[in-house]
């Protein structure tokens, strides 16, 4: 069988509050609002030494929008996260996978640079249709996706968006599908967008489970964007 294994923002001053102590945490720490660089990004992507317990290896990334879409069209960006890209080009782009030693969850992370508001509107996108969107199609990779619940907002970085979900893997109509558990994590630090996904073990027709991104991964990587040395 082919299987492709591959929190909401807070009303009222609550919000404020928060993106104006994420703005104070920026200037501190030495991020800006404006794009890094492809050697910032990879000097800011996680290593091995940075996460005791875990192997880290380069995934190959491109700067173009991705062109992953979905049925309906207004969960494409679902898609399209769910491979840490989205529907803009970015200045820069750079991702690592992150494997468990222990035979634990890992995740893949995709840092992206972005100008010019791109970054806002990448995480603008992500969480309207994460609002909207509980079943749909990946159109190219043909697959389906359904219980897709949006989760509390996890208070990451300037903004984040955290969206749980399953795909559903048969190789026909008439076969049960086998389900696997997605989870994705989108944060916006400055200008660079961070994509966390990761997926749990299939568990056979009718299987439940959620998919974490462990958040050991998604600290340590913010930690290292946060880090004064980069030339934002």
Known sequence: MLMAFL??????????????????ERRTSGVQDKPLSKADLERAAVTATDLDGYDVNPVLTATFASRRTADPAECTP??????????????????????????????????????????????????????????FKDIRADFRYDEAELQ???????????????????????????????????????????????FDLPRGPGGKGPAVVPEAIIRTQLARLGKPQLSQ
Not at 7 to 24: F, H, M, Y
Not at 115 to 130: K, Q
């Open 152 to 198: 509390p907002d996890p208070g990451y970085g300037d903004e984040s968006v955290s969206l749980r979900l399953t795909q559903l893997a048969a190789d026909s109509e008439d076969e049960e599908p086998v389900r696997v558990p997605y989870a994705v994590v989108a944060v916006r630090q400055g200008a660079t967008v961070a994509m966390f996904y990761a």
């Open 78 to 135: 679902v898609v399209q996260a769910l491979g840490g890209s989205s529907g803009f080009t970015a200045a820069a782009r750079t991702g690592r996978v992150i494997f468990s030693k222990k035979h634990g969850p890992g995740a893949t992370v995709i840092l992206s640079s972005h100008g010019a508001g791109d970054a806002a509107r990448v995480i603008d996108a992500f969480r309207t249709a994460a609002k909207r969107c509980e079943t």
């Open 7 to 24: 929190p909401l923002a807070a009303c009222g001053s609550g919000q404020g509050s928060r993106a104006g102590a994420a703005s104070e």
